[in-house]
């Protein structure tokens, strides 16, 4: 049965996939974080065995090398909301929390964002810059505003049904693993750090 993953990779070589570059997607937010004067950098991961998961933590890990900073704290949210929501509260109730947060996914952002602003009283962007990952709609919405890395999921599904009908004509046409590159999207949930 011809199989191609999408937004999603496996180790075994004999599958295709296709999805987003996340390792530069995720060092793309820590330059932009960089950029902005940031230091103390915290990351909330999603599902610890997805691809997207650990390509993005080791972009944005990289990331974070090439401005000579490391991640100050780290936390696991799963992809899920509550969980991502209390990450954020054990990480951020501190006088020694983040200046900004990478969350790996938008829907957890949005979970982050929430709990900064509502249960400690935080102000997104200026006591606390959030980033996320995947530009879903409501990441316009003016409640989030949340700057992020967008994937190009209309160029990644056209990719996924070409490769999948390439494997339905050609039972013997070798795996293909595709990166596509995505763009930061910058709103105003990211800003300069205080002086």
Known sequence: IPVVLFNREQDDPRMSSVTTDNHTGGRTIAAHFAGLGHRRIGYIAGHE???????????????????????AARAVGGFVYADAREAALAMCAGADRPDALFVCNDHMAFAVMDALRYDLGLRVPHDIAVAGFDDVPIAAWPAYDLTTYRQPI?????????????????????????????ALIVRRSTTRAPA
């Open 49 to 71: 065995q997805a691809s997207t998961q650990r390509d993005r933590e080791a972009g944005f890990r990289a990331g974070l090398a090439d401005a000579g900073l490391s991640l």
């Open 154 to 182: 209309n160029r990644m599904v056209a990719r996924t049904d070409d490769l999948l009908m390439q494997r339905i004509d050609d039972p013997a046409h070798g795996a293909d693993r595709t990166k596509l590159t995505g």
